[in-house]
């Protein structure tokens, strides 16, 4: 007989974990995780793996997990997956592998995304297994951006025998996995293992280099490096444009998690970064960032932590995961309701004034736009403001890079392969797709590297 | 990591260090900064590049111990100690033009950041008249190089002690009524950028302002330093630091500087608890 659901993942209770910024989900025993494997259909057809971006072979690992052979569940992910103790953690499993699994279609599907997490973990904990480079070709690849789209880029080019240098702006490599992924969803020693090693592997990693400011890319072909992918993410941040986000406590969802997460304004005065915080925070926006951002706000001591979104919780773009976890934890979330202007005295923000919304027919999206109810106007207490309505791709590189074409969204151009309009320069994740997923940057990072593989190959 | 090579003391808490950045002298311009952060527990501040030398592979930075952060470099940070992090040049290059009569304005600090622009506009061919001032003598420096980056040099301090008594902005309004004055840069406390910009504007003549707000990643990606500009929300940190002084928001700059005041005075208490655990 078949469980028809998954094995449950222990987690920390809602009430405590509040208070502290440990991770929630506590992993899988060695015991559990072999129950869930044995879950798994082993269908010949395996959905699962066509499902994820980076094709990690799925029925294979689960296999060796069930076997008890966890080494060789962690080298079977390893073969296409090289960052999976983050993927185990912050993929969206649930519209991916997990998605299209056969077991799902009748129950629960198989819980892949855990067993990934359980096998990336116990391979941390039993030391990972040194992979042999194969012999250099002689090849330089600079790759500008150390999020998941450049570290993915990085290994397999890496693995491929090139020279592989990763340039990072800020002063830890990881991109949004440092700074934007809070540390009670993804642990930053998690992340720093991984970038470990990519290092072990290799892989060069120069930090504080601004490329389109220390360097452009023309200077690194300069340099000596014969091709350049583009990782750079959408790290601009959106504001509402709004009367009133100037003033203090009005945040952008970057600077307010970045202030946590990579400065550790949660420790400080240990750390030198504060972060203000009051009674009163309001969320603007839907998404997982959103729910990171209140999840944060209640862990640095907030009362009171409402997420106001215009649209309704159907069209939320957040994982339902996240949802669950946020309300568990006392997030409060407002529906159709639309911040339209902050109000404060001697500059610090007090209030907010907004609009209900009602959803009027489709927009691009697809999905209904909210339209402003006329005369519906209240105010809110709100002490701190998170504004959560998405980033941008960052301008810095495709402004200095002549000749790279850009869309009118601001994105780079590139195929599915990542190469670009320039000769030698390949793009991939955030940068080109707009905000997306770390998996799905993953992917754009591989097929990159593939693309930047042959390109050397057929002389460069 | 960035060793620092030199340390001279140029006033009772001012110090002047060259520290190791090589890809940042490598590229650096006038009117552009970098970010630093001393060590691990570290907060990521701004600074001005007060100059930059290619061949040495060295970036040359005025500091003032104002804060937690400066404080600490101001007291423990010496010739062979290492900055954790340093990144640069950040923010866009001051527009150089060689043409007219320009002054340059720098208070306090100021006077650091001033003097590449200051040698740029001499360099391109304009005629720059240098105005610097501080509290007192012994907060001014640099006052040969300063000498030399300008062909005309007025020193100011509050209580006269060296140089003409008084503010920068008087002499500022007296060569702004008698000459043809193309632009004038001002650099140094916000509130003195205020009243320079209220001079330059009352005399009709465009201004130049470098903006020092708040900053965490100093690249575009937070935010921290918006400051608002002729109705428009700007990142000081990458649509500056420069911006028209006449159309600055000044009461938004200096509120939102006073932002952590509370938190910032809670972290140079508990620096200085440490250090006096640390010498008893």
């Not at chain 1, 129950?35 to 082993?42: I, P, T």
């Not at chain 2, 302002?209 to 990458?238: K, Q, W, Y």
């Amino acid at each position: 007989m078949i469980r028809e659901a998954q094995v449950p993942m222990r987690e920390q209770d809602p009430g405590s974990r509040v208070h502290n910024f440990s991770e929630v989900p506590l992993g899988y025993s060695e015991e559990e995780a072999r129950q869930e494997a044995g879950r798994c259909l082993k269908c010949k057809t395996a959905p699962c793996v066509r499902g994820c971006p980076v094709e990690v072979d799925i029925p294979e690992f689960i296999g060796h997990v069930e076997t008890g052979d966890f080494r060789a569940a962690a080298a079977t992910i390893k073969r296409t997956n090289n960052l999976p103790a983050v993927c185990g953690r912050v993929c969206p499993q649930e519209v991916q592998c997990q998605g299209v699994c056969t077991l799902g279609k009748k129950f629960e599907p198989c819980g892949i995304g855990r067993l990934e997490r359980f096998v990336a973990d116990w391979e941390l904990e039993h030391g990972i297994q040194s992979v042999e480079p194969p012999p250099p070709t002689g090849r330089r690849v600079a790759v500008v951006g150390s999020g998941p789209a450049g570290l993915t880029c990085a290994a397999d080019l890496r693995l491929l025998g090139h020279e592989v240098t990763v340039f990072e702006a800020l002063h830890e490599p990881g991109g949004v996995l440092m700074y934007g992924i809070p540390e009670f969803r993804l642990p930053k020693a998690v992340v720093a293992q991984e970038v470990e090693g990519l290092r072990r592997l290799g892989v060069g990693i120069e930090t504080n280099v601004v490329v389109g400011k220390t360097v452009t890319v023309d200077g690194l072909f300069a340099e000596g490096f014969e091709a350049v992918f583009v990782g750079s993410g959408a790290g601009l941040p959106r504001f509402l444009g709004i009367p009133g986000e100037t003033l203090i406590g009005g945040y952008s969802a970057n600077e307010f998690l970045t202030r946590v997460n990579l400065m550790r304004a949660w420790q400080f005065p240990e750390y030198d970064t504060p972060v203000r915080i009051g009674s009163q925070v309001a969320v603007i926006g839907g998404g997982n960032v959103a729910m990171d951002a209140a999840r944060t706000a209640l862990r640095l001591g907030a009362e009171k932590v409402t997420v106001l979104y215009r649209r309704t919780r159907t069209e939320m773009p957040a994982r339902v995961e996240e949802i669950h976890h946020a309300q568990q934890e006392g997030v409060e979330m407002e529906f159709l309701v639309n911040p339209v202007q902050l109000y404060g005295s001697d500059g610090v923000l007090g209030e907010a004034e907004c609009l209900r919304m009602e959803l009027g027919p489709p927009d691009d999206s697809g999905r209904r736009r909210p339209v402003p109810i006329a005369g519906s106007e209240f105010v809110i207490n709100v002490d701190t403001c998170v504004v959560a309505v998405g980033n941008q791709p960052h301008p810095l590189v495709p402004r200095t890079t002549p000749g790279l074409e850009v869309s009118r969204r601001g994105t780079v151009q590139a195929d599915e392969t990542g190469s670009t309009s320039r000769s030698g320069v390949f793009a991939g994740g955030d940068i080109v797709t707009g905000a997306a997923t770390v998996i799905s940057a993953m992917g754009a990072g591989k097929q990159a590297a593939a693309a930047v593989d042959r390109y050397l190959g057929a002389g460069g | 990591m960035h060793s620092i090579v030199a340390k001279r003391p140029l006033g009772p808490e001012i110090a002047q260090y060259e520290v190791e950045a090589p890809r940042v002298a490598r590229t650096a311009a006038p009117g552009q900064f970098v970010v630093l952060r001393l060590h691990e527990q570290g907060e990521r501040i701004p600074l001005t590049l007060a100059d930059w030398d290619p061949s040495r592979g060295t970036i040359t930075l005025v500091v003032q111990a104002l804060g937690k952060t400066t404080r600490e470099m101001h007291e423990l940070y010496g010739v062979g100690d290492v900055i954790r992090d340093v990144v640069g040049p950040l923010g866009e290059p001051s527009e150089v033009v060689g043409e007219g009569t320009v002054v340059c304005v720098a208070g306090g600090v100021g006077i650091a950041p001033v003097f590449p622009i200051a040698r740029a506009l001499k360099e391109a061919g304009a005629r720059v008249v240098g105005i610097i001032g501080a509290r007192s003598s012994d907060l001014l420096f640099w006052l040969e190089r300063m000498d030399e980056a300008t062909h005309e040099l007025v020193v100011t301090t509050d209580d006269g002690s060296t140089g003409r008594k008084g503010l920068v902005t008087e002499p500022l309004a007296e060569i702004l009524a008698a000459r043809q004055v193309a632009r004038v840069w001002a650099v140094g406390p916000a509130v003195m950028m205020k009243f320079c910009a209220a001079t330059a504007s009352a005399a009709g003549v465009p201004i130049t302002v470098s903006l020092n707000p708040i900053m965490v990643d100093g690249t575009g990606m937070c935010g921290a330093c918006r400051v608002e500009v002729g109705e428009h929300v700007r990142f000081a940190c990458v649509d500056g630091p420069e911006f028209p002084g006449e159309e600055v928001n000044w009461d938004l700059l200096l509120e939102r500087l006073a932002a952590y005041q509370e938190e910032e005075r809670c972290a140079l208490d508990k620096y200085r608890r440490m250090v006096q655990e640390a010498t008893r």
